[in-house]
């Protein structure tokens, strides 16, 4: 028959009442193993020791240490709060080096398909996890240039946009969504650069357009726009009215009307989106690392997209 382990030993009522500097001493006795030999490792006089374990003592209403001609050593009873101390001062130590709670603002400026996919919906779950924090978030009507500068003028701590950026930004690739054309499901589909050319396009000034324009004329002759909207509800509705067709990401026309359909440029274009801070900024860097960390983390934005991850590309394979 197997004997059941001893009872672990309950803490003392009365140990929480001591500080740390009971501990400290207590410790440092059972350590050195001579009150003369614990105050001058601790730097105090042999008197305080004495008198600091004796208090102790008192107040456990127990002999910690049994005290001779050749030291000091602990009693059955001693040794048990001795394991207390030990673990208390342990305890004690762990919560020196927890991190101070973050607080402050951080100013997060984004085009408006990142904000409304994977910003607007991460903002309570963050508050929650940080609450000291505020984060204001600013739009743009552009993809790039706005928020490259803002960032370099330092009116934002963190940029989120279509990469590059200016080379003396430090970025980081988080995802890249395909520019896609949207037309009528009743038009006559464009398949070919000629197909392109043929049709009435419909530019949304607000989405790339300069990015999407020096593409095309890459691969085939500069677009001639039949009308320039800034909108891209407008220029979808436009689009759905039979009007022609328009050049938008996948982030941008989710979800798509069911009168309405996507397919890639005859020469397909992916835009990557990347974060963009300053260097060197001291005082933002813990804040942007918990956003990073909460909001932009691959398995965050691939959780934030649902059921638009298939249209994005994420982390390393945002390329």
């Known amino acids: 028959m197997t004997a059941e382990p001893p009872p672990r030993p309950a803490l003392p009522a009365q140990l929480p009442a001591l500080g740390s500097a009971h501990l400290s001493v207590l410790l440092g006795v059972a350590e050195a193993g001579s009150f003369s030999e614990a105050a001058l490792r601790l730097g105090l006089a042999q008197s305080t020791v004495s008198h600091t374990v004796q208090t102790a003592e008192t107040v456990l ?3 910690i240490f049994q005290r001779g001609r050749h030291g000091a050593w602990p009693t059955a009873a001693g040794a048990r709060v ?10 004690l130590h762990a919560m020196t080096l927890l991190p101070a ?8 400026v984004s085009c408006r398909s990142v904000i409304r996919q994977f910003i607007t919906p991460a903002l309570n779950a963050f508050g929650h996890l940080y609450p000291d924090v505020e984060v204001v978030v600013r739009d743009t009507s552009g993809e790039h240039d706005e928020i490259e500068a803002l960032v370099r003028a ?17 970025t980081r690739e988080l995802l890249a969504d395909e520019y896609l054309i949207i037309a ?5 589909p ?6 392109f050319h043929r049709a009435a396009y419909i530019v949304c000034e607000e989405d790339c357009a300069p990015f999407i324009a020096a593409h095309v004329a890459r691969y085939s002759q500069p677009p001639t726009p039949a009308v320039r ?10 689009v759905a009215e039979g009007h022609g067709f328009t050049v938008l990401t996948g982030l941008v026309f989710v979800p798509l009307p069911p009168n309405l359909r996507a397919y890639p440029l005859p020469t397909p274009l992916w835009r990557q989106i990347g974060s963009v801070t300053r260097r060197g900024q001291q005082e933002a860097s813990p ?7 909460a909001v932009l983390s691959p398995g965050a934005l691939r959780a934030a997209a649902g059921r638009q991850a298939h249209l994005v590309r994420f982390g390393e394979g945002a390329r």
């Open 287 to 293: 804040l942007i690392d918990a956003f990073r960390d």
């Open 154 to 170: 330092g009116k934002a701590d963190l940029g989120l946009g279509r990469l590059p950026m200016h080379p003396e930004l430090d």
């Open 229 to 238: 909207l800034k909108d891209p509800q407008v220029a979808l509705g436009r």
């Open 61 to 63: 209403g127990l002999r």
């Open 190 to 195: 464009i398949r070919t650069w000629a197909d």
């Open 82 to 91: 001795l394991a207390h101390a030990r673990n208390a001062a342990d305890a």
């Open 101 to 108: 709670p973050l607080g402050g603002t951080l100013r997060v």
């Open 184 to 188: 009528s499901a009743y038009a006559p």
